[in-house]
């Protein structure tokens, strides 16, 4: 009977490899493979000109020393601002609309209905919002001449024009496609704290900024820091809304130019030496922020991010 | 609040109005009010061979139902696997997916390219819908869903009853899994749909190009001298039916975002 029972044990194991198996041969053929290719050419020289094709030549670390003296960092700034125009707002906002939602004093009528509204955007096609945006922003655009007739200005802006037209028009839509998504998150965060906790603070007479910036921002911070680093990674791979709005040129002037819009361009070339390269770049920083969000959502934390995760997910499956 | 309510959904109001109105009428200036346009725009844009919108959203459709289908499918598979049986590389097979989480499908985008040419694959819907067999977010989802309600002991009964190990996954597991199906299905479904990276690598020839190819296909033409109302009007099949989904399910959907969220 015991031995029977053992071999029908080693029978149901193979069931798992079975039933696991899809997954990690389609991960290995469409993942694993690539990223070894990716990480092999960067070491070669390999592009193409006109339709001869030049390479593979090994060259070492030549290619990565040459984005370092492109304006491979100059992208890497632009990505950086054009996160921070879309996220600060976001975050303040979305903690802002947060804890009014969720105090109990101001019950807020049509809460569902807030929800699904601040949700919209976010399922938006980003391509298809970006090239609204260029419509209703354009020099015959609805925007200016409701301004115009409003008499808020007087002559027509362009804002494809100005860098800082460009940037705070990515960094609005940015903003709009994922303050709803944040404002969910830190609303469950918020919900997850003991209402016991609120009780005792306004016995010992906290007022309400008080209570937010005293109770509530701390007992949130994992989730804020969870947040912050997966929006990072978000940034980092920003690339439809700027390459549709500036139709991939990154003007003006290539100040609204993204990492990835830069590897797209060096694909699009067939420039596979360097944008090798570029991926490495990407990978290993994206690599880093991977294994923090790793950190903080497997271990045992001291900082109590897998309690708050887990609370969140229960209050997300109500 | 209202203020930003009313900014989320002032721009696609906009956008249903201008997709209402005629070329010659957007010159002149902004309406509030629905024009009698909007035939005329449709047939436009249906009959327009430069931009086969049409022939585009019937990809989408198809490259994101079967993304939807696979890859809840294949996830909900694997995530049993893990979850109920034991063999020597659970461990290390879970804390590989967790480790693939956030991991941006853009830095192997290079020798993805150069491996689907190799295949041959190059130029055709499927390379955008195999891949997505392996998605460990949808995976995570799966799996405190199973954890939070399958009792092992089910599939023990199962197997007391001679089911075959397929079969009970199929017809015991899968049932169960319907609600986590459900809403995986939906965000793989518009995350699919909304994709513009990797088809805009992949897709050359205009009969097989999906809408957001499609609208940065529009972006790129030469603007100034297009009918307005047609290019509110292309816009219009790329955003209406997800907001069509979205407000039927949107109960669902609000539900899945801390859930599927917290993981990334």
């Known amino acids: 009977m015991f031995v029977q029972k053992k071999r029908k044990l080693v029978n149901y194991a193979k069931w798992g490899y079975i039933f696991i198996l899809p997954f990690f041969a389609s991960f290995f053929i469409f993942s694993f493979i690539p990223l070894v290719d990716t990480i092999r050419y960067s070491f070669y020289e390999y592009f193409r000109s006109g339709i001869k094709e030049i390479g593979p030549n090994f060259i070492g670390m ?7 003296q492109s304006d491979m960092l100059k992208y890497a700034g632009n990505t950086l601002i054009l996160w921070v125009i879309g996220f600060i707002p976001q975050i303040v906002i979305a903690l802002t609309l947060a804890s009014w939602f969720v105090d109990v004093r101001m019950k807020i009528r049509c809460q569902q209905f807030f929800k699904v509204v601040i949700y919209l955007p976010n399922l938006i096609m980003a391509s298809a919002f970006a090239m609204l945006f260029f419509t209703l922003f354009s020099k015959t655009g609805p925007v200016n001449s409701i301004l115009m007739s409003l008499g808020v200005i007087s002559e027509v802006i362009d804002f494809m024009r100005t860098a ?5 028009l990515i960094g609005t839509m940015n903003f709009l496609m994922w303050f709803g998504n944040t404002t969910i998150m830190l609303m469950a965060a918020i919900m997850g704290i003991s209402p016991d906790i609120f009780e005792a603070s306004e016995i010992d007479g906290c007022n309400s ?9 701390p007992l949130i911070r ?34 609204s130019m993204t990492l ?38 497997n271990d045992n934390d001291p900082d109590g991010s897998k309690a708050a995760a887990r609370a969140n997910k229960k209050r997300g499956g109500r | 609040m209202i203020i930003l309510s009313f ?18 009428e957007l010159q002149r200036g902004f309406y509030a009010l629905p024009g009698t346009s909007f035939l005329k725009n449709f047939n436009s844009v249906a009959n327009n061979g430069e931009f086969p919108m049409m022939r585009g959203v019937l990809n989408s459709l198809i490259v994101s139902g079967s993304c939807a289908a696979i890859c809840t499918y294949f996830s909900a598979l694997t995530a049993y696997g893990i979850y109920a049986y034991d063999f020597k590389l659970k461990k290390v097979a879970f804390t590989f997916i967790m480790m693939i989480l956030v991991m941006p499908t853009q830095v192997t985008a290079m020798g993805f390219l150069r491996l689907i040419t190799k295949m041959g694959m190059y130029d055709s819907l ?50 169960i899994m319907k609600p986590a199906m459900a809403v995986q299905a939906i965000f793989t ?72 969220g917290v993981k990334g």
Not at chain 1, 62 to 68: D, F, I, Q, R
Not at chain 1, 209 to 217: A, G
Not at chain 2, 9 to 15: C, E, H
Not at chain 2, 148 to 157: F, G, H, K, Q, R
Request: with cysteine.
């Open chain 1, 222 to 255: 994992p989730i804020l820091a969870y947040t912050l680093i997966t929006s990072i990674i978000g940034g980092l791979q920003m690339f439809d809304v700027p390459q549709i709005l500036t139709n991939g040129q990154g003007n003006p002037d290539r100040t």
């Open chain 1, 209 to 217: 900024v008080q209570r937010f910036f005293r109770i509530t921002l």
């Open chain 2, 189 to 260: 479904f518009v995350g699919s749909w909304n994709n513009y990276f990797v088809p805009a690598l992949v897709i050359q020839s205009k009969d097989k190009m999906t809408v957001p190819i499609l609208i940065a296909l529009l972006r790129g033409a030469d603007y100034m001298n297009r009918d307005m109302g047609k290019i509110y009007m292309m816009i219009l099949p790329a955003i209406v039916p997800i907001i069509l989904v979205y407000l039927l399910l949107s109960k669902y959907i609000i539900a899945g975002v801390t859930l599927g």
């Open chain 1, 260 to 297: 990835i819009m830069f590897l797209n361009s060096h694909l699009r070339s067939k420039n596979y030496g360097m944008a090798g390269a570029l991926s490495v770049y990407l990978f290993i920083v994206s690599g880093i922020l991977c294994f923090i969000v790793y950190k903080m959502t």
């Open chain 1, 62 to 68: 030549k290619n990565y020393a040459s984005l370092l």
């Open chain 1, 164 to 168: 800082l037209g460009v940037r705070s």
């Open chain 2, 126 to 175: 499927l390379p955008l819908i195999i891949p997505s067999i392996a998605s460990p977010a949808v995976f995570y989802f799966m799996y405190s869903y199973l954890e939070s309600s399958l009792p092992l002991s089910l599939v023990e009964a199962a197997r007391i009853d001679g089911s075959w190990e397929f079969r009970t996954f199929n017809q015991i597991v899968l049932p």
């Open chain 2, 7 to 24: 900014l989320c959904l002032f721009f696609f109001y906009i956008l249903i109005i201008n997709a209402t109105h005629s070329h010659a």
